[in-house]
Every structure is written in C-alpha cells, then in structure tokens.
C-alpha cells in the first residue's frame, strides 16, 4: 500500500490550502481514510475522518479543524483531500493521510503515507 501526500507548503495566516493524499495497492472504495498532523514536540493528532461512502454527516474532525477544514474523497480516483481554510500559525505541522483498510492480499492493517509539511506564517 502507498499513500502520497501532496500540497504542502507556505501559507500567510488567514490562507487556504488543499492538501491531496493518492492512495494505491489497497480497496480504497472501503478504506476509512484519515488525516494526521504532528507539530514539532509534540503528539501526532487525528485532524479528520471519512468513512468509505463519502462522509457527508459522517466526516468527523478534531474540534480545532470544525468550521474550517474539509476532508473529501474521489473513490474513482483514489484520492482523500484536505481543504484548510483561515490558517493559524497553530496549524504549522507535518499532515500525515492514512488509511484504515484492506490491501489486495486480504490484510486489514492502517497505512500511512510520508507526510507534507505545512507552514503557517503570521
């Protein structure tokens, strides 16, 4: 299984971003997918979830990101997404994307990808 993020980088507080995270070698179309961030020093944090048919009420996020982040999916194009909006510096963090699923030898295990950097200016 290999995750891929994508979209990082520098943004001015206040500034979008869209991450992107490519999914292969698993049945993505069940897979629960999910975004992790881990700020220097400290624990890495679940910021959001989508459950495999798209989310809707279903999509959950840590209380930080209401209001302000979007997780989606495109189970055609095995792809999770991240839309972050007004950024705070408190946002500056390595955003990890994984997956909760099964690979193509039948093995339900959770997968992570790399990780993109994301730096928030004030």
């Known amino acids: 299984v290999t995750l891929v993020e994508s979209g990082g980088g520098l943004v001015q507080s206040g500034g979008s971003l869209r991450l992107a995270c490519a999914a292969s070698?698993?049945?993505?179309?069940?897979?629960?997918m999910r975004w992790y961030r881990q700020a220097p020093g400290k624990q890495r944090e679940l910021v959001a979830i989508?459950?495999?048919?798209?989310?809707?009420?279903?999509?959950w996020y840590t209380e930080s990101a209401k209001g302000r982040f979007t997780i989606s999916r495109d189970n055609v194009k095995n792809m999770v997404y991240l839309q972050m909006n007004s950024r705070k510096p408190e946002d500056t963090a390595v955003y990890l994307c994984?997956?909760?699923?099964?690979?193509?030898?039948?093995?339900?295990?959770?997968?992570w990808g790399q990780g993109t950097q994301v730096t928030v200016s004030s």
């Open positions: 070698g698993l049945t993505f179309s069940s897979a629960h």
């Open positions: 989508i459950p495999p048919n798209g989310g809707g009420s279903n999509t």
């Open positions: 994984a997956a909760y699923g099964t690979d193509y030898s039948g093995s339900l295990d959770t997968y």
